[in-house]
């Protein structure tokens, strides 16, 4: 259905209007009928009072004439004054045959009625006919409205004669037809005051109401949940603001307990993801365990043997090609040696005897052994730690072999001329060493997964992509955490954050 162009106040209070309208100019014109049949009953009653009495005084003159020769009534005789005395239009005496004695009608008007003498004759009483109408129009003009009355004259019990009188009754329309103006004025005056009360009931009990509604309405469907409508008013409108809240309510009850729901689930994927981490790690873990077991024991002894026949030949041969192509083969022997060892501490690093170490010595160790290395005498290594910090709880060749991991890794990201910087401090219930460099940084999809044992973003044999996963598991054995700050372009941060003794 399609929305109406009118708003529910217009609507009503034009039914109100029409209603009340129609109510009060009906209630009026019934009492204006009724008080214009009184008014006609009152006139025709004094008229024929009138006639009668007329009719009395007259009876011995009419009986007289009747007598008499001549048979009329001389010209100074006071009947001639009955039409100012009676307020009649048009009159006719007759005598007991019906005729005229004395006649004043101008019009011919009493000729229509005739037959009213015949009847007359018979009866006691005057006879009356009536010719009214009246428009219910306010504002029409009156019609040709009157009154015959027709009335024997008797005297000593017998008829002498008959009166006739035609009296105007457009006095009277003329008298209604105002009262009617008047009334519709006042139904005017007391419907547009009705009306505009009404109007001011409904906008305030009603209309006001309803649009509180549309407009918690609208708060509800942006969101906003909070939004609460006053329970005053009519009982109806009381209860649907109730009804309102009540529902508002609910639905924030409903929401709350979707966040929290919401909230448990992301934890449970959370946990699921973080299972997943560990259990694809633990997969690698014991493949790794199983391929660094087998290679142990295949090719541990057998590589040993190697090793020591190179160097026995490399110390008994003179300098020279042969020399130089069994040192490069020591050297890749030796790389093959290393890189079964780090399977084998992946594998299984064991946990060694922890012990309280000062982090921070641990870190300048770090920093010592490798600037004597390759590759540091370009770049500037910067130590910016404190005397000392609070003992940590962990072996410390481990902790050791975490810093050199995340310098190492400092100085592959950086140029020759970059700089590494090495900090410390502690928090309230934690010790903190950062490893910064001013590198090239990562992308995010490579710092998601720079702790995953094998990922490496560096070139073939520069790297095995174990040194950053071995450190993190040191870490986490030790109850502590590494953290990375990098973005590409602007360097990394590692941070090592461990429990201070307590």
């Not at 035609?166 to 008298?175: A, C, P, Y």
């Not at 000062?358 to 404190?386: F, M, N, Y």
Request: with cysteine; hydrophobic share 45%; net charge negative.
């Amino acid at each position: 259905m399609s929305k109406r162009r009118f708003g529910l106040q217009t609507e009503v209070v034009v039914s109100i209007v029409l209603l009340m309208g129609a109510a009060l100019l009906f209630s009026g014109l019934l009492i204006l009928k009724i008080a214009e049949t009184q008014i006609l009953d009152q006139r025709l009653a004094g008229a024929s009072l009138a006639l009668q009495t007329t009719a009395r005084a007259l009876a011995p003159d009419l009986a007289q004439i009747a007598e008499s020769p001549t048979g009329s009534f001389e010209k100074d005789h006071p009947v001639r004054l009955l039409p100012a005395q009676l307020g009649a239009t048009a009159w006719q005496i007759l005598d007991r045959d019906l005729a005229p004695l004395v006649q004043e009608d101008r019009f011919g008007r009493l000729m229509f009625y005739k037959d009213d003498l015949g009847l007359a004759r018979y009866g006691e009483g005057p006879l009356f006919s009536v010719s009214y109408s009246t428009s219910l129009l306010p504002f029409a003009g009156p019609a040709d409205n009157f009154a015959v009355l027709t009335l024997p004259v008797r005297h000593e019990a017998q008829r002498v004669g008959t009166i006739q009188a035609l009296f105007s009754l457009d006095d009277v329309s003329r008298q209604l037809m105002e009262a009617r103006r008047v009334a519709l004025v006042y139904v005017g005056l007391y419907g547009t005051i009705l009306a505009l009360f009404g109007m001011f009931l409904l906008r305030r009990n009603v209309i006001r109401p309803v649009r509180l509604l549309i407009e918690g309405t609208r708060q509800v469907a942006g969101g906003n949940l909070d939004h609460k409508l006053s329970e005053e008013g009519p009982r109806e409108i009381a209860e649907l603001a109730g009804a309102f809240n009540a529902m508002t309510g609910a639905l924030s009850h409903s929401r709350a307990q979707t966040e929290a729901n919401i909230a448990v689930l992301e934890r449970t994927n959370q946990d699921l993801q973080q299972a997943r981490r560990e259990l694809i790690l633990s997969e690698k873990m014991a493949s790794v365990g199983h391929l660094a077991a087998g290679m142990a024991h295949e090719i541990g002894n057998p590589l040993g043997a190697i090793i020591g026949y190179l160097g026995f030949l490399k110390q008994e041969l003179p300098d020279g090609r042969e020399a130089d192509v069994i040192g490069r083969s020591l050297e890749e022997a030796e790389r093959i040696n290393r890189l079964v060892k780090d399977l084998l501490d992946y594998a299984a690093p064991g946990r060694g005897e922890a012990e309280w170490v000062d982090p921070s010595a641990v870190a300048r160790d770090a920093c010592d052994i490798l600037r004597s290395q390759g590759g540091w005498k370009e770049r500037q290594l910067v130590t910016d730690l404190p005397v000392g910090l609070p003992a940590v709880f962990i072996p410390r060749h481990k902790l050791l072999q975490v810093f050199v991991n995340l310098l190492l890794n400092a100085r592959d990201a950086t140029s020759a001329d970059g700089v590494i910087r090495v900090s410390g401090g502690t928090t309230d219930q934690s010790v903190w060493i950062a490893v910064a460099d001013n590198g090239t940084g990562m992308a995010p999809e490579v710092k998601a997964n720079i702790f995953d044992p094998f990922f490496t973003t560096k070139f073939t044999g520069k790297g095995r992509g174990l040194g950053l996963s071995v450190s993190h598991r040191i870490i986490d054995e030790a109850d502590g955490r590494i953290d990375v700050e990098s973005d590409p372009g602007r360097g990394t941060v590692f941070t090592v954050w461990l429990k201070q003794q307590g």
